[in-house]
């Protein structure tokens, strides 16, 4: 059984952190990339309406479309994210409702439901099974002692798991529908509801069928695995702990040892949404994303300095890992 050896500092850390200035929320910072993403919600509208004025083959006008909206949308997941987290407004409440326009309207996803699974569970019980359940994914194959038997999964698992980046999306969509129905948060609900006509509705009315279809074809297939493939860096491959071992750590070697960061500069943070800085991500979850990389360079300081084990890998480094682990399912 794994016991607790790093020391209990973090509020060392912390506040080093926060002199810096680096725990400061972004309103206005935070405000403009949500104005970016509604102005660019209203740039896809006018390729939609004016879309026989455009004149290039309607193939390359489909995967544009879609290879903008993707982009829109990741960046809507990241804002998303980062509302719920109180990095741009202190005020909960005020977070969880500016958090639909990008979560129900632009998505069809259930602020609530990720509010609920990211930030309660996962986040204080991180790659604890019996709270977390990202770690279970896959039949519990990355949850040593929680792995099921599944036969069929087993014969087929790189197939299955490497397959399943690719419908990340519509996974997301499901599960929060799922979540809402059942605990019966009719009002979000509704606006989720809305995405259909409002974004989806525009645009197989406007143009062709065959153009309509390959905008989402593209925009599914390029969202999915983007998301997919920054999300499983996180925590995959990480040490994972039972909920009585968890118990004794200490807040950061909890977070420490059951998360992973990625090498990379200002654009592999772009492209990962900050989840790259994930150790950092899950010391101070409030802390805005604009901000990891200098939290990232004093937490790998600290961790230096005081001789704990700081867990990064380039990405490549990360899905060989989860790879590995998946093997010996």
Same mark, same amino acid.
């Given at each position: 059984m794994s016991v607790a050896t790093y020391p209990d500092n973090f509020h060392e850390l912390k506040e080093e952190v926060r002199r810096a200035g680096l725990l400061d929320r972004v309103p206005?910072?935070? #405000?403009?990339?949500?104005?970016?993403?509604?102005?660019?919600?209203?740039?896809?509208?006018?390729?939609v309406l004016f879309w026989d004025a455009i004149e290039i083959d309607s193939i390359y006008k489909s995967i544009a479309l879609g290879l903008f909206m993707c982009i829109v949308f990741t960046r809507a997941v990241f804002v998303s994210h980062d509302i719920l987290h109180?990095?741009?407004?202190?005020? %909960?409440?005020?977070?969880?409702?500016?958090s639909y326009?990008?979560?129900?309207?632009?998505? #069809?996803?259930?602020?609530?439901?990720?509010d609920f699974k990211h930030n309660v569970n996962h986040h204080t019980w991180c790659n604890v099974p019996q709270k977390d359940e990202d770690i279970l994914a896959m039949d519990g194959a990355f949850a040593?002692? =929680?792995?099921?038997? %599944?036969?069929w999964l087993r014969n087929s698992k790189y197939l299955i798991f490497w397959g399943a980046m690719f419908f990340m999306y519509p996974a997301f969509i499901v599960q929060s529908y799922n979540f809402v129905i059942k605990r019966k948060l009719w009002g979000e609900l509704?606006?989720?509801?809305? =995405?259909?006509?409002?974004?989806?509705g525009v645009i197989f009315y406007s143009l062709p069928i065959m153009d309509a279809l390959l905008v989402l074809a593209t925009l599914n297939f390029v969202l999915?695995?983007?998301?997919?493939?920054?999300?499983?860096?996180? =925590?995959l491959g990480c040490e994972v702990f039972e909920k009585e071992v968890g118990e004794k750590f200490s807040w950061m070697e909890l977070q420490m040892r059951t998360s992973r960061s990625l090498r990379g500069g200002i654009l592999t943070h772009w492209f990962y949404g900050g989840l790259n800085t994930q150790i950092e991500h899950h010391l101070f979850p409030k802390a805005p994303r604009f901000n990891l990389l200098k939290v990232q360079k004093m937490t790998k300081d600290f961790a230096r300095k005081h001789n704990m084990n700081y867990f990064?890998?380039?990405?490549?480094?990360?899905?060989?890992?989860?790879?590995?682990?998946? %093997?010996?399912?």
């Amino acid at each position: 059984m794994s016991v607790a050896t790093y020391p209990d500092n973090f509020h060392e850390l912390k506040e080093e952190v926060r002199r810096a200035g680096l725990l400061d929320r972004v309103p206005v910072r935070g #405000s403009i990339e949500m104005a970016a993403i509604i102005l660019s919600m209203g740039i896809i509208y006018a390729i939609v309406l004016f879309w026989d004025a455009i004149e290039i083959d309607s193939i390359y006008k489909s995967i544009a479309l879609g290879l903008f909206m993707c982009i829109v949308f990741t960046r809507a997941v990241f804002v998303s994210h980062d509302i719920l987290h109180r990095q741009y407004f202190k005020s %909960k409440s005020f977070s969880m409702k500016i958090s639909y326009p990008f979560s129900a309207f632009i998505l #069809s996803n259930s602020s609530s439901w990720w509010d609920f699974k990211h930030n309660v569970n996962h986040h204080t019980w991180c790659n604890v099974p019996q709270k977390d359940e990202d770690i279970l994914a896959m039949d519990g194959a990355f949850a040593p002692g =929680h792995t099921g038997n %599944k036969t069929w999964l087993r014969n087929s698992k790189y197939l299955i798991f490497w397959g399943a980046m690719f419908f990340m999306y519509p996974a997301f969509i499901v599960q929060s529908y799922n979540f809402v129905i059942k605990r019966k948060l009719w009002g979000e609900l509704f606006l989720m509801l809305m =995405h259909w006509p409002l974004v989806w509705g525009v645009i197989f009315y406007s143009l062709p069928i065959m153009d309509a279809l390959l905008v989402l074809a593209t925009l599914n297939f390029v969202l999915s695995p983007w998301l997919a493939f920054g999300f499983i860096t996180n =925590h995959l491959g990480c040490e994972v702990f039972e909920k009585e071992v968890g118990e004794k750590f200490s807040w950061m070697e909890l977070q420490m040892r059951t998360s992973r960061s990625l090498r990379g500069g200002i654009l592999t943070h772009w492209f990962y949404g900050g989840l790259n800085t994930q150790i950092e991500h899950h010391l101070f979850p409030k802390a805005p994303r604009f901000n990891l990389l200098k939290v990232q360079k004093m937490t790998k300081d600290f961790a230096r300095k005081h001789n704990m084990n700081y867990f990064e890998t380039s990405p490549i480094e990360a899905y060989v890992q989860i790879n590995n682990v998946l %093997k010996g399912y």
